[in-house]
């Protein structure tokens, strides 16, 4: 029976934890396009509103409005952007004090009726929600603005 000196045994496991830990290390991974918008309830900007689009496969994406109820969505921490292609959006303020008082029609959030197609490079989708939960007008654009579609079935 032969035994492995230690010093080979221990770069051998570094190596194995190296694989395992950073195959998202590199700059690969999906398409994505960065997308950026502007959240409105009745007009009016909303500060501290989170979006989050999820495509039909893989991570979703998040961003958090600012005081004019722009935000920008983040992949990860360091990586701005969503998935290229179909997202189901939902919008909530529920636990933030920055939007404290606005509480969103479930069909914004739980029960979702939102989507929005992401293309590769710019993406300006604005969202112009209303407290009685009235679809959204359209506004989409690629590198300029595009809102969210409300999908009819209610």
Same mark, same amino acid.
């Given at each position: 029976?032969?035994?492995?000196?230690?010093?080979?045994?221990?770069?051998?496991?570094?190596? #194995?934890?190296?694989?395992?830990?950073?195959?998202g290390?590199?700059?690969?991974?999906?398409?994505?396009?960065?997308?950026?918008?502007?959240?409105?309830?009745?007009?009016?900007?909303?500060?501290?509103?989170?979006?989050?689009?999820?495509?039909?496969?893989?991570?979703?994406?998040?961003?958090?409005?600012?005081?004019?109820?722009?935000?920008?969505? &983040?992949?990860?921490?360091?990586?701005?952007?969503?998935?290229v292609?179909?997202?189901v959006?939902?919008?909530?303020?529920?636990?933030?004090?920055?939007?404290?008082?606005?509480?969103?029609? #479930?069909?914004?959030?739980?029960?979702?009726?939102?989507?929005?197609?992401?293309?590769?490079?710019?993406?300006?989708?604005?969202?112009?929600?209303?407290?009685?939960? #009235?679809?959204?007008?359209?506004?989409? &654009?690629?590198?300029?603005?595009?809102?969210?579609?409300?999908?009819?079935?209610?």
């Amino acid at each position: 029976m032969r035994t492995v000196p230690h010093a080979r045994y221990g770069l051998s496991m570094f190596v #194995a934890i190296l694989a395992f830990c950073c195959p998202g290390c590199s700059e690969g991974g999906p398409v994505l396009g960065a997308v950026t918008g502007t959240v409105t309830l009745d007009g009016q900007p909303l500060s501290g509103a989170l979006v989050t689009l999820t495509p039909e496969s893989g991570r979703s994406s998040s961003g958090r409005t600012d005081e004019a109820g722009s935000y920008e969505l &983040k992949f990860t921490f360091d990586r701005a952007g969503a998935h290229v292609g179909s997202h189901v959006v939902r919008i909530t303020t529920g636990g933030n004090p920055e939007s404290a008082g606005h509480q969103l029609p #479930a069909r914004y959030n739980s029960e979702t009726e939102l989507q929005t197609q992401i293309d590769s490079g710019s993406n300006q989708v604005d969202f112009d929600l209303t407290s009685d939960g #009235a679809p959204p007008s359209p506004s989409r &654009k690629r590198s300029s603005a595009r809102t969210a579609a409300l999908v009819s079935g209610s």
